[in-house]
């Protein structure tokens, strides 16, 4: 099987990474595009509620809890004290589409772009760096790269950029 286009959001808390990521799912996949999603919690975190049928399979340690419905299945792979995967694993577990859109991975070797908001928790750039950021979207004027830069919420423009960078077949 081979490596799907990859592009990543990149930034630090609060910069913007989850909105600008859910418009880009949502104009590729208007423009006829199959998107996939990976995104890198720096916490613990559940998709499933307490008491669920599914919570509690885990919860009595099974390894994989499939939910599968009509409509959706997830697979949810309990860790157990075993190291976080790598990126290149979760990769692989992916169905075939035609892009992956990274949010987080800060230091995967994949091109991305770098989100900055003037909320954001930080506010020293991640580009200088990292080589692999490729362009920076922002709220606020940027002149201090020689990176292009494009408004945050310039959705059309951020998603030809990509396209382009990814080589994305015209739809």
Request: net charge negative; charged share 30%.
């Amino acid at each position: 099987m081979t490596r799907p286009k990859v592009f990543g959001i990149a930034g630090w808390k609060n910069s913007g990474k989850t909105g600008l990521a859910v418009s880009l799912v949502t104009e590729f996949t208007r423009r006829g595009y199959r998107i996939s999603t990976i995104k890198h919690a720096h916490h613990d975190f559940d998709i499933d509620k307490v008491g669920a049928d599914s919570y509690r399979h885990r919860q009595a340690g099974a390894h994989e809890v499939t939910i599968v419905s009509g409509t959706r299945y997830a697979i949810m792979h309990e860790l157990r004290g075993e190291p976080e995967p790598a990126f290149e694993e979760i990769l692989a577990r992916l169905a075939p589409c035609d892009l992956v859109l990274i949010e987080g991975y800060k230091r995967e070797p994949i091109p991305k772009i770098e989100a900055r908001r003037l909320e954001a928790a930080r506010r020293d750039p991640l580009a200088p760096e990292d080589p692999h950021i490729v362009a920076i979207a922002a709220d606020h004027p940027v002149d201090d790269t020689g990176l292009p830069v494009f408004d945050l919420n310039d959705i059309n423009a951020i998603a030809d950029f990509i396209a382009g960078v990814v080589g994305l077949d015209a739809k």
